[in-house]
């Protein structure tokens, strides 16, 4: 594996001659990392289902360089579609859309739709902008995990898998994009994933949001009943007890005086701010999913805003250790 500073002068090359080739390389972006091929070339698309072990039905999100792609990939573009191109883009929002042929059914796990969304990181615009074509990618982890927010993050879970991981620092949001669909009669915005656009700021455009309707098919996994998942069992408490195993892990969500008496604490933020818990988030959650482990208690965090994309994620997180079995615990 080449780890290359996405920034240095022929980095972005060596990326786009291994995308040209149909390979995989791993890419920054403002949300996590990513897992980048060619969207319009079916077979180097397939590698990144390989590398990840995700399941064919997992559908990718590509990435464009600029908001006119989206009507060279999409079918239709409705009007609410450009208004929140136009509000987020670049930026952590992907909006799903009825997809052209051109983009591959392997994209898209057999779906009309495509998810589209052009980020801001810098160095992933250069690598699109540079490829001259879309790239699908889904978050550099194997499929299930934790969301990677750090090169060294990729590194640890593919090592030899990959070629070339593009450093692009840490992410600036460290949570997935918001994923949103447009209602048929181009009046609502549907939620199909809490992420780093709150829905709050949609709602401030105006614009009236529906969530998604649970479902017993599974459309996308991002809607699977657990996902984001650490190896240890997760589970959420209130707020930190005396009564808490020694041998497990604390993600307290504001620093607190008193320290507990578990074997690793990390705090999302010092003072409650939310962007600084988001970004946080997925490394603080790595780092305390470790060997010596029996559990990771994390603490609540509010319901609203980031904190909602936050919540959603440790809450299926700890479904996994409802489904394995691990007593529930509710934090008395
Ligand atoms: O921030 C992000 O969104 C990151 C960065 C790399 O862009 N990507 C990401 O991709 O989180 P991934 O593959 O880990 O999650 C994508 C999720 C899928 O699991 C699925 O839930 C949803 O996006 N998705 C993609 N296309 C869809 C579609 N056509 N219909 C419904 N859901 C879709
Ligand atoms: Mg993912």
Redesign the pocket.
Known sequence: MNILNGFESGAIEQAVAVLTAGGVVAFP?E????LGADAFNPYAVTKIFEIKRRPRF????V?IYSKDWMFDIAEHVPVLATHLADRFWPG?L?I?LRKKSIIPGIV?AG?S???I?M?SHPVALELIKTLGRPVA???ANPFGYI?PTRAKHVIKSFKDKVRIVLDGGDSQFGI??T?VSIAADDDKVIV??H??IPVEEIQAMGITIEEKKGNDTC?????LPYHYAPVKPLIIIDTFKESLLESSSFLGFIEKKEKPTVRYIKYLSQDGDLREAAANFFSHLIDLDREDISVIYAEKIPDKGLGKAMMDRLKKAAQKCVLQGVEKYDGS
Not at 219 to 223: F, V
């Open positions: 972006t949300t996590v990392y990513g997992d559908p990718l999100i990435h952590p992907t799903i898209t779906l739709t495509v998810g969304r980020p990618a889904p978050s969301s997935e994009s994923i199909h994933r992420g780093a459309e996308a996994p991002g809607e």
